[in-house]
């Protein structure tokens, strides 16, 4: 662990336990980085080759960062980044493009279709893991955020719902002596 400066990191054991989908149409490129990740434990890494089948796969196997390729057949890195940014969800889903394309126009395209960082192939396995490792912090964060924000949401209505009720039974009760009260003075 040499390579991740901070090994004692807190989080660290969480990190290895969330999941990453590597899709590259290379079957040589996938393990690699399967195995890769696998050695520096984390445990749940999925890889593919055929970029079409990967928005199915993201839908069951709900990765917590994609490392994807831009040159592939079929569809490619651009489309698949545009296909999964349009669901419209709420919850950040960091994805790494790797690429051997390093001109400023494939970066900007990849930026606008929804890449959150690349990684250039060859890519640097130090560089790769503290990539990796960062933005699977910052999925983390945001699930736990995301996870406070919606308990918080929950809290208020049920309060709200508390109050509401007692609100009611003020109104009856104010109703109930303001009649009590009309009854005894006439």
């Given at each position: ?7 004692d990191?807190?989080s660290e054991?969480?990190?290895?336990k969330?999941?990453?989908?590597v ?8 393990t690699?980085?399967?195995q ?5 434990g ?6 593919i ?8 796969i ?16 079929e569809?490619?890195g651009f489309?698949?980044?545009e296909?999964?940014?349009?669901d ?6 960091p994805?790494?493009v790797l690429t051997a ?6 970066r900007a395209?990849a930026l606008?279709?929804?890449?959150t960082?690349?990684l250039?192939k ?8 503290l990539?990796?490792r960062?933005?699977?912090e910052v999925?983390?964060l945001?699930?736990?955020l995301?996870n406070?924000r ?6 208020v209505?049920?309060?709200?719902a508390?109050?509401r ?5 003020l ?7 303001q009649?009590a009260?009309?009854?005894?003075g006439?």
């Open positions: 662990m040499c390579c991740l400066g901070r090994a990191m807190v054991p969480l990190l290895h969330m999941k990453i989908l899709v590259d149409d290379d079957r040589m490129s996938v690699l980085l399967e890769l990740l696998q050695r520096r984390y445990s749940h890494v999925m890889g080759t055929d970029s079409r089948k990967a928005l199915d993201c839908a069951t196997f709900d990765p917590d960062l994609i490392l994807l390729d831009l040159i592939m057949p569809m490619d489309a698949l980044l296909a999964l940014r349009e419209g969800s709420e919850s950040f889903l994805i790494v394309d390093i001109t400023e126009e494939a395209h606008e279709a929804g890449a960082d690349f250039v060859p890519v640097s396995q130090a560089e790769a893991l990539r990796i960062n933005l699977l999925r983390r945001n699930v736990v995301e406070r919606a308990a918080l949401e929950e809290a209505r049920e309060r709200t508390e109050l009720g007692t609100i009611a039974e109104q009856t009760a104010n109703q109930r002596l009649s009260s009309a009854f005894s006439a």
